[in-house]
C-alpha cells in the first residue's frame, strides 16, 4: 500500500472518529441537562438582582421621605442626595455580586478572578489618577453638603439646578434646558444660591422735580404692605434712599430679603405693584426731555 493511500486512511479514519465523538456529545443528556441547569441559573440570579435592587431603592426613598416628614428637621437637600447616593451603591453592589455568582455558575475560579482584579485594579490606580481624583473629590462634596441636589449653583461658567451628583460626575440643569456634567475633580470654584436666604433689590426712578420727602412716605407706606401680599418675603422690607444721581434723575433703592432664590420672582412684583402705587399717588416718573436751542442769527450789515 502506498504512503499517500495510507495517510488518505488515517485522515477518514480521524474524521470519522471525530464525527462519533461530536454525535456522542450532541446526544450526551447529562450534557443538555448541565446546560440548561447553567441557563436557568443565569436567568434567575439576573432576575433576582433586579427584583432585590428595585427593592432596596424603593425602602432607601421611603425610608428618606420618612426622615424628612419626621419631627427631627432633617436637611432635604442632603436627604435627596445622599438617597441618590446609597440607590446607586446598592445597584453596583448588587449587580457585582449578580456577576458573580454567574460566573460561578459556569464553575469559573471565582476567587482567583477576584484576586486578579484587585491586582488589575491597584494598576489601573495609578494610571487612572482622574478617576480616582473625581472619586475622592465627589465623596468630600456629599460628605462637606457643598451642595446637594435641587440647589441652585454656578459651577465655573455653567449656572443652574443640580440634577445629580455622582461620585464621578455632578450634572446642572441651566434654566434655558442645557445639561453640564462636570467631572468632580474639576470643581474647583462653587457659588451656591440655595443655602442661605436671598435679597430682592428694586431700584426706583424719581423725577428731580418730585418731592424726595413725598417719595419717601410713600414708598415706606407701600413696603409696608409687601409681607402680607407675598409669603416668599422673611423680613420687613427696607428703604435704603437716594442710591445714584443721574443727569435726568435720582434713583431710590429699596431691598427685601427672601426664601433661598425667590428674590427673581419678588423683585419682579415688587416693580409692578411699586409702578402702579406711585401712578395711583400722582408721583411723576422721569421722561426724557428734548431741548432746542436756536442760535441767533447775524444781523445784515
Known amino acids: 500500500m502506498s504512503t499517500k493511500q495510507e495517510d488518505l486512511q488515517t485522515v477518514t479514519a480521524d474524521i470519522g472518529k471525530m464525527t462519533q ?17 447553567v441557563a436557568v441559573k443565569v436567568v ?38 445622599l438617597s ?20 460561578s455558575a459556569f464553575e469559573i475560579n471565582v476567587t482567583g478572578l477576584i484576586a486578579g482584579a484587585g491586582v488589575l485594579g491597584l494598576a489601573i490606580g ?33 449656572e443652574g439646578t443640580v440634577e445629580e451628583i455622582g461620585l464621578r460626575t455632578t450634572k446642572v440643569k441651566a434654566y434655558t434646558g442645557e445639561l453640564f456634567i462636570f467631572p468632580n475633580g474639576n470643581i474647583t470654584d462653587v457659588v451656591n444660591f440655595s443655602i442661605n436666604n436671598s435679597i430682592a433689590v428694586v431700584d426706583v426712578n424719581v423725577a428731580y422735580n418730585a418731592d424726595i420727602n413725598k417719595v419717601e412716605a410713600l414708598i415706606q407706606e407701600f413696603l409696608g404692605t409687601l409681607q402680607d ?43 409692578r405693584d411699586l409702578k402702579e402705587f406711585l401712578d395711583e399717588n400722582d408721583v411723576e416718573v422721569p421722561l426724557p426731555h428734548m431741548v432746542m436751542m436756536q442760535r441767533p442769527t447775524e444781523k445784515a450789515k
Open 126 to 158: 495609578f494610571g487612572a489618577q482622574n478617576l480616582v481624583r473625581d472619586i475622592i473629590t465627589g465623596f468630600f462634596i456629599i460628605f462637606e453638603d457643598q451642595f446637594s441636589v435641587g440647589d441652585f449653583v454656578r459651577i465655573g461658567a455653567a
Open 229 to 271: 401680599k407675598y409669603e416668599q418675603i422673611i423680613k420687613p422690607p427696607e428703604f435704603l434712599g437716594v442710591q445714584s444721581l443721574t443727569p435726568t434723575e435720582m434713583v431710590v433703592r429699596v431691598v427685601a430679603e427672601t426664601l433661598p432664590m425667590q428674590h427673581f420672582a419678588v423683585a419682579r412684583g415688587m416693580r
Open 21 to 37: 465523538q461530536t454525535k456522542e456529545m450532541l446526544l450526551d443528556q447529562s450534557m443538555w441537562f448541565s446546560v440548561g441547569l
Open 44 to 81: 434567575l440570579i439576573t432576575i433576582a438582582a433586579g427584583i432585590i435592587v428595585k427593592l432596596l431603592k424603593a425602602i432607601i426613598r421611603k425610608s428618606f421621605s420618612v426622615r424628612i416628614k419626621g419631627p427631627l428637621k432633617y436637611n432635604e437637600r442632603r436627604q435627596q442626595t
Open 84 to 103: 441618590k447616593l446609597l440607590e446607586n451603591v446598592v445597584a453596583y453592589v448588587i449587580y457585582f455580586m449578580a456577576i458573580v455568582a454567574i460566573l
